[in-house]
Nanobody
Framework: QVQLVESGGGLVQAGGSLRLSCAAA????????MGWYRQGPGKQRELVAIITRGGSTNYADSVKGRFTISRDNAKNTLYLQMNSLKPEDTAVYYCNAVAPPYTMTAAALYTWGQGTLVTVSS
């Protein structure tokens, strides 16, 4: 049984920063790659960042250079540091384990959590 709980979202001005956290119940970090997805208003859910169990990372072009994904296996926690935020980053952000190959089309493996809302004002 895996439970995913996202937190850290909020309202921030353009150019600001937020750090999102994802707490995962169970021991999944030693087995799976993990990713952050987001779904903006009127848009499909998209994968924006991946970290493999070995620590390699991949990012969507839209966030590359601004977002950093990391993980703490001892805490079963995934993080997303978001800098230089733009209004187009406004979305509900979700975490999940991802299946290889670890590209921006990687499939999610578990039931979605509630997500955390990030709103970036212009």
């Amino acid at each position: 049984q895996v439970q995913l709980v996202e937190s850290g979202g909020g309202l921030v001005q353009a150019g600001g920063s937020l750090r999102l956290s994802c707490a995962a119940a169970g021991v999944i970090f030693s087995i799976n790659g993990m990713g952050w997805y987001r779904q903006g208003p009127g848009k499909q859910r998209e994968l924006v960042a991946i970290i493999t169990r070995g620590g390699s990372t991949n990012y969507a072009d839209s966030v590359k250079g601004r977002f950093t994904i990391s993980r703490d296996n001892a805490k079963n926690t995934l993080y997303l540091q978001m800098n230089s935020l733009k209004p187009e980053d406004t979305a509900v952000y979700y975490c999940n384990a991802v299946a290889p190959p670890y590209t921006m089309t990687a499939a999610a493996l578990y039931t979605w959590g509630q997500g955390t809302l990030v709103t970036v004002s212009s």
